[in-house]
């Protein structure tokens, strides 16, 4: 399947010019630039909201940034568990961070993990004081958000090419989001995503395996002489193919699986869905 996909993809892509995608990580770039490796297009997700505090333990190596000065605050070598809170002039984690309202905490090691109130998170790790109360943000790798929150969203006994589109389109509008943030802080609240931390994946189940056969694939509405990938808020429509948006799918789920028993592969159900649109590879 992925291998008719590129194909697909190279009718539309001259030799001579490679696939690019637009800069959308310089922020994110500043601060990979701070760590030993770095880290994949990533997601902002809200994972704790307008609480009194909460438990926030870590186990390996991490390093502590304000990340509204962008300053190194500490370097850890050792975990720590302790009740984080607001206290008026910043932020307390067993230890006070006077005049630090934002915390971010960044591991330095393969290993490292987040707990918040026991629930694990892995990548980087952001605590703001927001009027009093805490909320806590993930920072995690899109392609990992997508195998985290579709495991369960998506029915593993779809075909594979079906499960191919509906994971081109969910990691289409995960990009669009990481771009176009509705919050000053996060872009996707966890909660209505349906992501709940990290946890081991079956990666031989179908789903995964269309996350993977499919990895960076995205739904452009430029194509690739434009020189940009422009990821857009796709949704799938779930009662009529009649919208007057481009943004909704034209075709049903039920279509989507209609094709796919026909022989349709992943490339025919999208341009399908999704007129005027290319399939490229934004990273």
Request: proline share 6%.
């Given at each position: ?271 399908k869905a999704f007129p005027k649109t290319t399939i490229q590879?934004?990273?």
């Amino acid at each position: 399947m992925i291998v008719r996909i590129l194909m697909f993809l190279l009718a539309f892509i001259p030799f001579t010019m490679p696939v690019q995608a637009i800069d959308i990580w310089s922020p994110i770039k500043a601060l990979f630039g701070r760590q030993s490796q770095p880290m994949q297009p990533a997601i902002k997700v809200l994972v704790l909201h307008d609480q009194d505090g909460a438990i926030l333990e870590v186990e390996g190596k991490y390093k502590i940034y304000d990340p509204h000065t962008g300053s190194l605050l500490s370097t850890r070598f050792l975990g720590k568990s302790k009740f984080i809170q607001p206290i008026g002039d910043g932020l307390k984690w067993g230890e006070e961070f006077p005049g630090h309202h934002q915390l971010e905490l960044v591991p330095t090691a393969s290993d490292t993990r987040f707990l918040v109130n026991g629930v694990e998170y892995k990548g980087i790790l952001t605590i703001y004081d927001i009027g009093g109360t805490l909320s806590i943000v993930n920072e995690v790798p899109i392609e990992e958000y997508l195998s985290l929150t579709l495991d369960s969203k998506l029915q593993k006994d779809l075909s594979q090419e079906a499960l191919a589109a509906l994971t081109i389109a969910e990691r289409t509008n995960a990009y669009y989001l990481s771009q176009h943030p509705k919050r000053k802080f996060w872009a996707v609240d966890g909660t209505q995503t349906g992501y709940q931390g990290y946890y081991a994946v079956d990666a031989n189940n179908p789903v995964q395996k269309a996350i993977k056969n499919t990895r960076h694939m995205v739904m452009s509405r430029t194509g690739t002489y434009e020189g940009v990938v422009t990821p857009f808020p796709a949704q799938w429509n779930t009662t009529t193919k009649v919208s007057p948006k481009l943004d909704i799918s034209k075709i049903t789920m039920d279509e989507v699986n209609q094709m796919a028993d026909k022989g349709s592969h992943a490339a025919n159900i999208l341009e399908k869905a999704f007129p005027k649109t290319t399939i490229q590879l934004i990273y």
